[in-house]
């Protein structure tokens, strides 16, 4: 889809925390859901899942609960519960919709790189929509979701896109680590966790004013 040697081949971005206003929502359900079984959801616990697919979620509060459980079980309650929440919408992040919009009028492919399953993508998204991207790569369509690079690599396959000439946008410590490991040029956007900037990692307090000529710049090296 895009020009092989190009300096920027690809702006890839997560969803939750990044472009919308979500990650609360995920706290509030995933309190509710360990309260299911018996347990307690601090706020250590929530930024230690932020970004994580549902099923190691639910693994890690089955332990903390102590409670005989499924991981499936537990992570379908999860999504029903955040789904639930989400249906009095998120909110794009300040600058998102407008970064999107840009990169799509730019002609510069672009992919939605989620941990969260393909049956909420479009409902989460809806403030900004998933036909805003060329293609979307949800959680449940991986064979290994992040920290693991195979999320970003499909996103790139996708496109047709070298790597290292994609950028991604990311918010959590999983996405970030997912997105380097892909070889990207990283842009962590600051929500509820700090990040050091270095090598291919950028940080940004915001998305609001961010141009295509310094996103290319990440890459034209």
């Not at 309650?77 to 989400?86: G, S, V, Y």
Request: with cysteine; charged share 20%.
């Amino acid at each position: 889809m895009t020009a092989i040697g190009a300096p920027l081949q690809a702006v890839l971005f997560d969803m939750d925390g990044t472009l919308i206003d979500s990650e609360h929502l995920w706290g509030r359900a995933e309190s509710a859901t360990a309260a299911s079984l018996g347990g307690e959801w601090t706020a250590q616990d929530h930024r230690r899942s932020i970004g994580g697919a549902a099923v190691p979620v639910a693994r890690y509060m089955i332990e903390r609960a102590g409670a005989r459980a499924g991981a499936h079980d537990v992570a379908d309650r999860l999504q029903a519960e955040f789904a639930r929440l989400l249906a009095g919408g998120a909110e794009p992040r300040p600058g998102a919709k407008e970064l999107v919009a840009r990169v799509a009028a730019s002609g510069v492919p672009s992919a939605l790189v989620t941990s969260t399953e393909r049956a909420l993508v479009d409902s989460a998204i809806g403030a900004i929509g998933v036909d805003s991207f060329d293609v979307s790569v949800a959680g449940d369509e991986v064979a290994a979701n992040k920290p693991d690079p195979a999320p970003y690599l499909t996103a790139a396959r996708m496109l047709g896109a070298e790597p290292a000439r994609c950028v991604a946008f990311e918010d959590s410590e999983v996405g970030v680590a997912s997105a380097l490991a892909a070889g990207c040029a990283t842009v962590a956007v600051v929500d509820q966790v700090a990040f050091t900037p270095g090598g291919r990692l950028h940080v940004l307090e915001s998305l609001a004013g961010v141009d295509l000529d310094w996103v290319g710049s990440l890459v034209a090296a």
